[in-house]
């Protein structure tokens, strides 16, 4: 199949980045512009954010995972630890986390040192879930090859009738991570393709500030 997309254009002028306005804080301005993405609607998970890690093959790899909390120390995600990208982080602890808000025309880009958080608030978290979810974190091997999708069924069938009306635990290979930034930029969307690109780049426990040619 041979599909031309040249003819697909679209002019961002919704609003503007001015660094005479910008907080010292790169988090400050995430969680403004997290905020302002929530409360204008348009985008069903705000907290969808791609993680880019470097495979134990070379490659690198995107997917999109579920920001869970967020603060001053980093970006909380939950996962499968001996899932490709567990293994991946687990080689390559430097990740990249971003995030698209087409509603406003914004992309936030993150760098950061990725690691896993204590046990005790990955217990917390997990039994907050749904049984359901908390059940399926048991029966999946993440990223393994399957059989089929029975096989899924059958394993779940069998977790619900073992835990009939009782706890589940935390398995131990699921849990949090935390990516501890070291490098963000916002970008705003512009008229004629000048994007507005604002960089945050950690300096010795300060954010040096820079705009970025578009």
């Not at 699921?174 to 604002?198: M, S, T």
């Not at 780049?201 to 705009?211: A, H, T």
Request: hydrophobic fraction near 30%; charge should be neutral.
């Amino acid at each position: 199949m041979n599909r031309d997309l040249t003819n697909y254009r679209k002019s961002y002028e919704k609003s503007n980045l001015d660094e005479k306005n910008l907080p010292d804080s790169p988090i400050q301005l995430f969680s403004e512009w997290f905020l302002e993405v929530e409360k204008s609607g348009g985008v069903e998970e705000a907290n969808a954010m791609t993680i880019s890690t470097i495979g134990v093959d070379g490659f690198p790899k995107g997917r999109i995972v579920l920001l869970k909390h967020y603060d001053e120390n980093g970006f909380v995600f939950y996962s499968n630890y001996t899932s490709e990208k567990g293994k991946a982080m687990a080689d390559n602890n430097r990740v990249c986390a971003s995030f698209f808000w087409p509603n406003l025309e914004r992309q936030v880009i993150i760098k950061g040192i990725v690691e896993k958080i204590d046990e005790e608030k990955s217990t917390t978290y997990f039994k907050s879930r749904p049984i359901g979810s908390q059940l399926g974190a048991w029966a999946s091997n993440q990223s393994e090859p399957i059989q089929s999708r029975e096989v899924l069924e059958t394993k779940l069938a069998s977790l619900k009738e073992k835990y009939n009306e009782k706890n589940i635990p935390k398995p131990p290979f699921w849990g949090g991570y935390c990516i501890k930034p070291v490098e963000f930029e916002f970008w705003q969307g512009r008229a004629n393709r000048l994007h507005d690109r604002i960089r945050y780049k950690e300096n010795e426990l300060k954010w040096n500030i820079d705009r970025l040619s578009p």
